[in-house]
């Protein structure tokens, strides 16, 4: 399972570094990497059917309890299932969609990391790792929605989807790492068993809402949901791929997998119902008065994907059986009606769906691939949304309590879904042509095969859904959820309550089809109501944050250094006091003060002579000189409590000070005027202030104990764990390897940042 | 600032006090010394040499720009710290290899990483005091 991720990420690199000559038809080469991850996950599929599960572990950070580990189960092959295929079909679409495109090599290799990541994600069987993957995804979707990077707004809804992905992201995370404290592990097989001991946790409340920060964010539920129309900016295949088969549903699929752990815990269940049912309200009412086809898509992709959060909401195994049918129909209809959509704006050079009439007469084919996705997405008899549709029906009739009212909400919306799907599957297609069709088109075989082959695959499952059933799907919520359904798959069930339902409700749909307009009317009636709208109450906040930086930044970071010192001394000042206010050990014995020599005395006098001299000198040079023997003095004093490496680097660091000086006294005046005695008094205070404050957090380590366990630690464990007799070396190379390494990172840093300005300035001068 | 007594040392003292630094470099994880102040011993051996003899004394005797050895530093610490990685065990474990040897004591990756810290430390001095010099002599 490694090898397969890592062969995507390895194609990527290569695509992204060597793929000018990716052109022509070598394109198509690329859709065989998906294809043959297919069938590697369809052969592992006969040992996963009878109970089987794959579980592959490469240590990484193990210290941490961090593990490259993958574990392939039911759920997580019908993601794979759904990765590998689509990105089959999108691979081959896009070679042509893309045709001659500048920068495909960098697409497919933005793809390839894409499909690494995503895959990485729902086979990971620790937290970690799967946070880094999810992070992945919503980075090569940034990517990916950027595409057309000369577009400003394809960029603005590239960072808007970053930005809402990667911030609920973050707080996911914060949820994994309370997650691995309560249980004490990051293994993710593990963690669902423990339901006991989460369910007594305190922090459970808090896990369940970062959870649904992460997921909510990255499945677009409402009120998240603007980043998908926004991100329906990118390329079609990316559209279909990323934002409606694979990517949005990767919260569900966490939510899915934790549902075993959390169902019936607090508010987990409610809170789902509510905003998936919130969701697909919104959704599905938004979507039938789009105008551009894409957007249409897009809704009816949000409303779907709340369709899903209610299903774990609800969480019986009759729910969890129709979200694992439902997330197989959605994949398979909407991405081929995004296809679709793709081919018809390349043969019309328009999504408008008021100007595209009758397609039909043009492309044959696409007209069948458009309307078995259409008639799958309405539920029609023998698709597989058929069997997806009665199945939500039957799980949200017995859901209890809010059984009927849920039941209701979800008809309806299923109505106006079956009208939208039907509005981009039908539409188009038939009608008086109008004039943006063109009479006598090639389109590329690939354009039309894809969504074929898509909606043949629903078909052919509705109508023999007995394979799938017996093999993935029940497998799959035996694993996950560990019940049996009653209600399977049966393409006759007789003439019962969900028959007359499900035939009310595709009736309905066609009603509403017929005699509904789609036109730009409505969408002048929603700016209206825009200052209502989340993304205008995220867009205020971005306002508001960058003008509050912006005003504290002129104040904090006015580019002199004495501000800076006296900035940071008064916030370390205000943080220390507060620490001490709360727990303050005094009684200290000052008796080890009377214990000096004459040579510790002498310099300490020479200390504070030069202290003297620094402070009240009006020469600069003869500042800077006690300054240096200030340091010289320390070094006497590290000499004298035998601490030859810190004399050492003192030394040495004193003496390149000095050059630095020497050199930078060209560019400071002489003498040192000092006028205002207001900014002196101050600048004694803070001073004075940190030196009694740093005396006493010095006396404090002196008296407390724990500091010396720790140095004893060190002290025999030096020759012991690391082979050294320097302990103040091993300290830095071994024990805090990982503190040093990123302290020279900072350094660097730091270097090349000086190097940069000075070089900018010296720019900067020539130019005059 | 081209004094002749100056001029005359740098010439012996740079070659020895690169000879040290590399010697307390390499003594570190037994006695005092370590990657940091061998670096800044190093950096002062070339910054005295190129005051005595000017900047571009010391870029020609150099014959790269100081600031290369910035994120070869870097890498060579973090190889280091990876090439446990490859042995199965976890990031910036220690590998050693057998027997002690004068100076060195027992070597091992945490010798790797010291050096990469002696580049770091020699090119970040270098580049900043150089810099300011480059921008003072115009």
New interface residues.
């Given amino acids: 399972m490694l090898t397969a991720i890592v062969l995507c990420f390895a194609f990527a690199l290569v695509f992204t570094l060597f793929g000018k000559h990716l052109r022509g038809r070598i394109t198509y080469l690329t859709s065989l990497l998906p294809l043959s991850l297919f069938i590697y996950f369809l052969g592992l599929q006969n040992s996963l059917s009878s109970g089987g599960e794959f579980l592959s572990i490469y ?5 941490l309890g961090i593990d490259l580990s993958f574990r392939l189960d039911g759920l997580s092959q019908i993601f794979t299932l759904i990765i590998t295929g689509i990105g089959f079909t999108v691979f081959l679409y896009a070679a042509e969609y893309l045709r001659g495109h500048p920068f495909l090599d960098r697409f497919y290799g933005y793809l390839l990391m894409f499909m690494g990541s995503m895959l990485g994600l729902v086979l990971s069987d620790n937290l970690i790792t799967l946070f880094i993957f999810w992070e992945l995804t919503s980075i090569s979707s940034f990517f990916l929605i950027g595409f057309n990077h000369r577009d400003q707004k394809a960029r603005k809804a590239a960072l808007t989807a970053l930005v809402i992905t990667g911030g609920g992201g973050l707080f996911m995370l914060l949820g994994f790492v309370l997650m691995g404290m309560v249980a004490g592990t990051y293994s993710i097989s593990e963690i669902v068993l423990m339901k006991s001991l989460f369910s007594d946790s305190i922090y459970l409340g808090l896990i369940v809402l970062a959870l649904f920060a992460g997921a909510f964010t990255k499945s677009a539920q409402f009120p998240f949901h603007f980043w998908l129309p926004d991100a329906m900016r990118a390329p079609t295949p990316i559209s279909t791929y990323l934002h409606s088969a694979t990517m949005v549903k990767a919260g569900v699929y966490l939510l899915a997998r934790f549902s075993p752990l959390f169902d019936g815990e607090i508010y987990w269940n409610e809170a789902l119902i509510l905003f998936g049912t919130i969701t697909f309200i919104y959704g599905a009412a938004q979507s039938i008065f789009k105008t551009d086809l894409k957007a249409i898509l897009a809704y009816t992709t949000i409303a779907a994907l709340g369709i899903m959060v209610m299903l774990i909401g609800i969480g019986t195994s009759a729910a969890i059986y129709a979200l694992l049918v439902f997330i197989c129909v959605h994949a398979l209809y909407k991405a081929g009606l995004f296809l679709v959509v793709g081919s018809i704006d390349k043969i019309c050079g328009t999504r408008d769906i008021t100007k595209i009439r009758g397609l039909r007469n043009t492309s044959v084919v696409l007209f069948v691939a458009a309307l078995l996705a259409a008639i799958s997405s309405a539920g029609l008899i023998p698709t597989i949304g058929y069997h997806g549709k009665h199945l939500i029906y039957s799980s949200v009739m017995e859901s209890g309590a809010w059984g009927i009212g849920l039941l209701v909400l979800t008809i309806a919306a299923s109505i106006l879904l079956l009208c939208a799907g039907l509005l981009v599957g039908l539409k188009p297609f038939t009608g008086p042509v109008s004039p943006e069709v063109p009479l006598q088109k090639h389109t590329p075989p690939a354009m039309w095969i894809t969504p074929l082959l898509l909606g043949l695959t629903g078909l052919g499952m509705g109508i023999f859904y007995r394979a799938p059933q017996e093999l993935l799907f029940l497998p799959a919520l035996e694993s996950l959820h560990g019940g049996i359904v009653s209600k399977q798959m049966h393409l006759w069930s007789g003439t019962d309550t969900l028959f007359w339902l499900s035939w009310g409700t595709v009736l309905a749909g066609i009603i509403l089809f017929v005699f509904f307009r789609p036109s730009h009317e409505y969408s002048k009636r929603d700016k209206k109501f825009k200052k209502f709208h989340s993304r205008y109450l995220l867009e205020q906040g971005v306002i508001n944050v960058k003008r509050t930086f912006s005003f504290l930044t002129h104040v904090l970071q006015n580019g002199y250094l004495r501000y800076y010192t006296a900035v940071i001394l008064t916030f370390l000042i205000v943080l220390i006091s507060l620490r001490m206010y709360t727990g303050f050990e005094n009684g200290y014995e000052f008796e080890f003060a009377l214990d000096f020599t004459f040579n510790e005395l002498a310099t300490i006098i020479v200390m504070v002579v030069s202290i003297l001299l620094a402070v009240f000198t009006t020469s600069r040079v003869v500042a800077v000189a006690s300054l240096g023997g200030v340091g010289l003095c320390i070094c006497l004093l590290f000499v004298y409590f035998s601490a ?2 810190l004399a ?2 003192q030394f ?2 004193d ?2 000070t000095v ?2 000086f020497v ?2 006294l ?2 400071l005046p002489l003498y040192l005027s000092k006028v205002d005695t207001g900014v002196n008094w101050r600048d004694l205070i803070i001073s004075c202030t940190f030196g009694l404050l740093v005396t006493i957090i010095t006396l404090e380590i002196l008296f407390t104990g724990s500091v010396k366990e720790i140095s004893n630690f060190y002290a025999e464990n030096a020759y012991l764990l ?5 302990v ?3 300290i ?3 024990f805090r ?2 503190d ?2 990123i302290e ?2 900072v ?2 840093v ?3 940042g ?2 940069s300005l ?2 900018l ?2 720019g900067i ?1 020539r130019e005059r | 600032m081209t004094t002749l007594i100056l001029r005359t040392a740098s010439v012996y003292l740079m070659p020895l006090l690169l000879l040290f630094s590399v010697f307390i470099l390499l003594r570190g994880h037994y006695l005092p010394g370590g990657g940091f102040v061998g670096g800044l011993i190093a950096s002062i051996a070339l910054v005295v040499y190129g005051y005595a003899n000017g900047i571009n004394q010391i870029k020609s005797f150099l014959r790269f720009h100081p600031g290369a050895l910035i994120p070869t530093g870097v890498s060579l610490s973090l190889i280091s710290g990876l090439l446990p990685m490859f042995a199965g065990k976890p990031f910036m474990t220690n590998l050693w290899l057998d027997g002690t040897y004068p100076i060195i004591g027992q070597p091992g990756t945490a010798l790797i990483f010291d050096t990469g810290v002696y580049f770091v430390v020699v090119g970040t001095a270098l580049t900043i005091i150089f810099s300011i010099a480059e921008d003072n002599e115009k």
Avoid: C, E, H, Q
């Fill in positions: 240590p990484w950070i193990s210290s030859p490496d050492m680097t040495t660091i003496t390149l050059v630095l050199l930078l060209k560019k690391a082979k050294g007799k320097n103040v070396n091993v830095l190379v071994d390897g990982v040093t390494l020279i990172t350094l660097a730091s270097g090349l000086v190097f000075i070089r300035k010296m001068d």
